[in-house]
């Protein structure tokens, strides 16, 4: 049983898609965000965006450890029950890969185990999302919808991870001007100045902001990521060259 | 849910869940009963690269574990609502494969609800043995050899679920690392093993001496039932550059069947040594090496004339598998022994004596 969640949830609202040129889509239950691309992050959503829980632990390793007692954490918080859950958003990256693999399996597994659908989510959409809707609550910096800017994130081996946003679409996502990239930490700024975007650096992914991600998705019918993990690198390895020799 | 046990009065249906290196095993078992042992493989993609190279079986990981836990569900005909248990391998390995494992796991036993068991990987090893039907159950003590890719230990087992003591392990290389290295040197493909023993058969085992490892008298009173493969691979490799430095082609097949024959040679001998001394006539072999011929052959032949029963759990599940996981957290629940907690992580370097991970309460 879940925690401190005894008496379970109502699942919360239903977010639905009522254009003319396609099918309506109910989103029922509840979000179950998981991102492990930074720290580790958990969140429950409904499917209109109200936040029912948001965990997370800022340590950049320990991703298994934490990951098990997040959810049911996020699980306990949001006063719901593992059958309330009805999509699990994935952190997709991109993230040092060792740690943002836990929250990936973890994502698919905890799907799995609930036969929902797993929806695949760019990290730096979270972020990006949290920074436009906060932007359009409070009046932000000027014109926060046409500004361009840069979600950055240490992406470790003297290299950001960064993805260029402008503004929010029709279906409230943000629009990608540029998808993930790695870029030498010394070359960033120039980068970034050429591009005429604004910097803003990550420390962390908020979770309930990927499952409302996840949700407008769903809603409009939308794959907003790939099925496959953001890597941006290849595996390390080098290829073996001829035997070492020995002394003779 | 994490933390309690299971109370039943049937035998407990648990999935195990293996990642440690590059096989991805989902295993499914009923007690003592297997009902699935399905395996997933990065091997082909680390054969270029002549050996397990992390990164790359940490990726293999990913994408294998969902299609492998469906296909194992298929194979035993059970539902993930049936499971009475999870079990995962919480080390030693590969830090960043078995952390795959470990973050799959504890997410399913959280959606379904369900126990979780975090187990040691080389204890379940010597629980593969009790998913030998056919053979009557496993008598304690016994000394268990475990020889693969990734390890080479000596134990000493009072109790599956409760006393397994580290006698000795290797310094370096593990057994089935040497014969990668040693494989590469005589110009032969990745995985060496089955390579070396295609070469060896038409090989004259004694043809030329290598070293024992570890096995002078000095060694053997400091590091009785340890394993160092080093200094053969280099001697191997000596060996045959004066050949060719000396223009002589290099026999392959006497090379590789006098390697072998060392390698046999020190695994046999100190299994039989830890027999002898803890008066142990019990000798359990496991892990991917033993699917080698003539280390069984060996083992069987010696251990007869010592009068030592020598135990060899069917060869699928002597390979890294999941159903050995499952099978060890099966034991430990008809032992009762409750769940661990959910803090527990990926350990490399798990102690053999840690059969079961609690996790922090
Ligand atoms: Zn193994």
Redesign the interface.
Known sequence: MVGGGAGGGTGGGAAARTDADGPTVTLEGVILGIDTSLGTAVAVVEPDGVVRAQVESADPRGHAEVIGTLIQRALAEASVTVSDISYVAAGMGPGPFTGLRVGIAAARAFALGRGVPVVPVVSHDAVALELLLHDALTGGYEDAADESFAVVTDARRREFASTLYRGLDDDGLPVRLAEPALTPRDDLDRMLQAAGVIRRDAERIPAAMLALAASRAVVAGRTIAPADVLYLRSPDVTMPGAPKRVNL | ??GRGVHMNREPLVLGIETSCDETGIGIVRGRTLLSNTIASSMDEHA????V?P??A??A??EA??PA??AALAEADVA?ADLDAVAVTSGPGL??A????????????????KP?YAVNHLVGHIAADVLDGDAPPLEYPTVALLVSGGHTSLLLVRDLTSDVELLGETMDDAAGEAFD?VA??LGLPYPGGPEIDRAAASGDPLAITFPRGLSRASDMAAHRYDFSFSGLK?AV??WT??RQ?AGEPVPVADVAASFREAVVDVLVTKALAACRDHDVPRLLLGGGVIANRRLRDVALERAAAERVTVRIPPLSLCTDNGAMIAALASELIMAGRPAST?????DSTLPVTEIQVAGSA
Not at chain 2, 99 to 113: I, T
Not at chain 2, 342 to 346: C, D, K, S, T, Y
């Open positions: 849910m994490a270029r690269y002549g050996g190279v990164e790359v940490a990726r990981h990913l574990l969902e836990i469906r993930l830090a960043g078995l952390m795959v494992g470990v973050g799959a796991a504890k997410a399913l036993a959280v959606s379904l609800e979780l290295k590469r040197l280099t490799a000596r550059e004066q430095a959910l803090e527990f992580g990926a």
